[in-house]
């Protein structure tokens, strides 16, 4: 069964930095597209950032120019390094395949305070 297991998220300041890992149970994901999402209370899941197998990323206009989304194919892991946080980049993060998606793993909180 694929796993995927996000980590690292955290309460910061606004103005603040976080790096978030996801790795995961499978070598298959070295070969797929990898995205970083995030859901906020009441919403749907929004795509943050996407890698493909060989580093080529785009990114939300919303974390543009703040976040930098990266992966070790070695590790199975995917990582987004956070700057510049916004409060309305609170919400659970989470990492899957884009743009077709397995089952989400558990997230990860990322609570940003004004």
């Known amino acids: 069964q694929v796993q995927l297991v996000e980590a690292g998220g955290g309460l910061v300041e606004a103005g603040g930095s976080l790096r978030l890992s996801c790795t995961a149970s499978t070598s298959i994901f070295s070969i797929r597209n990898m995205a970083w999402y995030r859901q906020a209370p009441g919403k749907q899941h929004d795509l943050v950032a996407s890698?493909?197998?060989?580093?080529?990323?785009n990114y939300a206009d919303s974390v543009k120019d703040r976040f930098t989304i990266s992966r070790d194919n070695a590790k199975k892991t995917v990582y987004l390094q956070m700057n510049s946080l916004k409060f309305d980049d609170t919400a659970v993060y989470y990492c899957?395949?884009?743009?077709?998606?397995?089952?989400w793993g558990q997230g990860t909180q990322v609570t940003v305070s004004s």
């Open positions: 899957n395949t884009y743009p077709t998606v397995y089952v």
């Open positions: 890698i493909t197998p060989g580093g080529h990323t």
